[in-house]
Each structure stands twice: as structure tokens, then as C-alpha cells.
């Protein structure tokens, strides 16, 4: 499988943080999520990857370019859409337009304004007066009008409704369908990886703490619940980590499988990636 993105012994260090990732593969074609708490070193991650900070040490190539040697090529091909907004609230679609045509040599006017009247949204009103809904479209159609083969985005559903979310997850299906694209979503909604992505990244305290297919995770762990008095039954090797509450105890397995034939009398539970995160994170070792 091609990869669109290839990192090798990538450090960022700060005073009190350090994004450490040895070697890290993400596959050409997928949709690709990103998950962690806040302060994991997700958005630390992406900013090293559009090169907006300096990395202390490591590589990194996408579209098999060294964005140290081909920084402006490997722009020209990847499409962003952050959290907040980097446009400034006085613009207005038509500005929008006017800038982005003289970054990208790709860039497609009518595309960019057909998408906006996909969207119903108004080419002279300033980002300022629009919902978070319709700024948050009006970014993915900058996005997307220069035609990249790469889309990050960085909590690019947060803070939006239902259904805006679910529109604007079918638009980023659309873009991967042709299975030519791919995309990096970072997110704190772990519901809609579970929908859409193909892949799974897991950072914990700036390290990679789990990377899988979404299948493999979903289909392999699990949250195994016993007593407090049958706690001890459990083989330790069988434990990735584990929480005590009231009555019972949870326990976080990666063998399902295994498990299930194992531990017939307790109750094995299919996992959420939310569940997953609470407890590799909160959960004791």
C-alpha cells in the first residue's frame, strides 16, 4: 500500500512537552482519524506536517517529497481546514476567492463558487455575520477548490450540529471515494471515525500509543466486566489496563476473540473508540 504521509524519529520537544513518533505510515486513499485528549500532541502533529512550526529532529515526507526540500509543491496539494478559522472575519467569499488564486496555481473559481451554492451561501457576506455552520463550509470549499489530493482538518466538525456534521462528513466522503485522495481528520467526536475512517492513530502524551485499521480495533478489543470478588480471576496477561468502580471492575482487552472463549461467565462488551481512549488513558495498568 502507498502512503501519503511517512514520518521517521520525529521529535518536537518544549519546556514541559515533547511529541516523540519513532515511525508512523499513513496510508494513500484512506481516511485517516487522529484521536487523543486535549494536550496529546495531535494539533502539534499537524502543524508539523503543513510545516507552520520547526520540528527538533526527524523527517518527514508526503507524497514520498521531503517537506523540508519541497515544502511549496507539497502545499499545492493539500487542502486545510482548522478549528478556527485562519481567514480574517472581514472577508467575504468573493475575498477569499481573490486571495487563494494568487497561493495556488490550481485554484477554480466557478468550482470554489459552485460549491457555495451547493452550500446556499452568499458571495458578498463577511465570515463575521455567518453561523459557525456556514463559515465552517465556506472554509471546506476553499479547501477543496484547488483540487488537493490530501485534506487535513483539525476538529473540523467541532462545535457544529448534527446535521451540518453529517452533511459535511458526506462532502469528505465524496472527496475519498475515488479512493485517489486521502484524508487526516483529527477529532474529539470519536463517533464519526467510527464511521468514516479506515485507519486509526491513537496519541497519549505525545507519543503513539495505538495505530490500526478501524476494523481491527473495533472488531478486537474490548471492556470485559467482572466483580470485584472476580477480579483476580482475569489473567493479568489478558489486561491492558483496567478501572475499579463501585460494584464491578472494567477491563480493557485486546483479544476478543480469545476472550470471549476464556471468560464464558463474565460479560464481554464491544468497545467505542471513546471507551477505548477513556480507559488507555484513565485506566490503571
Not at 69 to 96: C, Q, R
Request: aromatic letters at 8%; charged letters at 30%; glycine letters at 4%.
Amino acid at each position: 500500500m502507498k502512503n501519503v504521509i511517512e514520518i521517521k524519529d520525529l521529535k518536537k520537544v518544549y519546556p514541559k512537552f515533547t511529541l516523540d513518533i519513532d515511525k508512523l505510515n499513513i496510508p494513500s486513499g484512506e481516511v485517516t482519524g487522529l484521536i487523543g485528549e486535549n494536550g496529546a500532541g495531535k494539533t502539534t502533529l499537524i502543524k508539523l506536517l503543513l510545516n507552520v512550526i520547526n520540528k527538533s529532529s526527524g523527517s518527514i515526507k508526503i507524497f514520498n517529497k521531503d517537506l523540508d526540500k519541497e515544502e511549496l509543491l507539497i502545499k499545492e496539494d493539500i487542502g486545510v481546514v482548522l478549528d478556527n478559522t485562519f481567514y480574517p472575519e472581514t472577508f467575504s467569499p468573493k475575498d477569499i476567492d481573490i486571495v487563494m488564486k494568487n497561493i495556488y496555481s490550481t485554484w477554480d473559481k466557478d468550482y470554489f463558487y459552485k460549491l457555495l451554492d451547493d452550500f446556499k451561501i452568499t458571495y458578498t457576506q463577511n465570515l463575521k455575520t455567518m453561523s459557525k455552520g456556514m463559515r465552517k463550509k465556506v472554509e471546506i470549499a476553499s479547501a477543496l477548490a484547488h483540487y488537493p489530493k490530501l485534506l487535513i482538518l483539525d476538529e473540523a466538525t467541532s462545535g457544529l450540529d448534527p446535521v451540518v456534521r453529517n452533511e459535511i462528513l458526506d462532502i469528505f466522503l465524496d472527496f475519498i471515494k475515488d479512493e485517489e485522495h486521502s484524508i487526516l481528520l483529527s477529532t474529539h467526536i470519536t463517533s464519526e471515525l467510527e464511521h468514516i475512517a479506515d485507519h486509526i492513530i491513537f496519541i497519549n502524551d505525545g507519543k503513539i500509543v495505538l495505530e490500526n485499521t478501524r476494523d481491527e480495533i473495533l472488531d478486537n478489543y474490548g471492556i470485559l466486566k467482572c466483580s470485584i470478588s472476580d477480579f483476580d480471576k482475569v489473567d493479568k496477561k489478558d489486561i491492558v489496563s483496567f478501572k475499579k468502580n463501585k460494584y464491578n471492575y472494567e477491563v480493557l482487552i485486546n483479544n476478543m476473540s480469545t476472550c470471549k472463549k476464556k471468560y464464558k461467565n463474565f460479560v464481554l462488551d464491544k468497545i467505542t473508540l471513546e471507551e477505548l481512549m477513556v480507559l488507555v488513558i484513565k485506566g490503571e495498568k
